[in-house]
């Protein structure tokens, strides 16, 4: 069963900004939520659970220099895009 995403209204804004800023990306980012739907322990993304501050979250990537954290709700199969930059952007 795919697991859910669910967008809050923080992380839209911040996705509309990396959009803008980013428009060469917009593939990469929509291939990296497909994926995240139908599997996200699937290779590519690299999820990886973080530690610190973050310790809640986990990261996927978009591609090598993009990062996507999120909160990642097994028991609901959901999960909640938290941030989405570089990896200096989303660890600060």
Same mark, same amino acid.
Do not use: C, W
């Given at each position: ?28 980012? #929509? @291939?990296? +939520?497909?994926?995240?739907?139908? =599997? ?9 659970? $973080?530690?610190?501050? #973050? @310790?809640? +979250?986990?990261?996927?990537?978009? =591609? ?9 709700? $097994? ?18």
């Amino acid at each position: 069963m795919p697991f859910q995403l669910v967008f809050t209204d923080s992380y839209i804004k911040r996705a509309k900004k990396f959009a803008k800023k980013h428009p060469e990306l917009k593939q990469q980012y #929509l @291939k990296t +939520l497909q994926l995240l739907e139908l =599997n996200p322990y699937h290779p590519a993304l690299r999820l990886h659970k $973080l530690t610190g501050r #973050l @310790k809640d +979250l986990h990261s996927v990537s978009i =591609n090598v220099s993009y990062r996507l954290t999120i909160e990642l709700i $097994l028991e609901d199969e959901t999960i909640i895009p938290i941030n989405i930059g570089t990896h200096q952007e989303v660890y600060r």
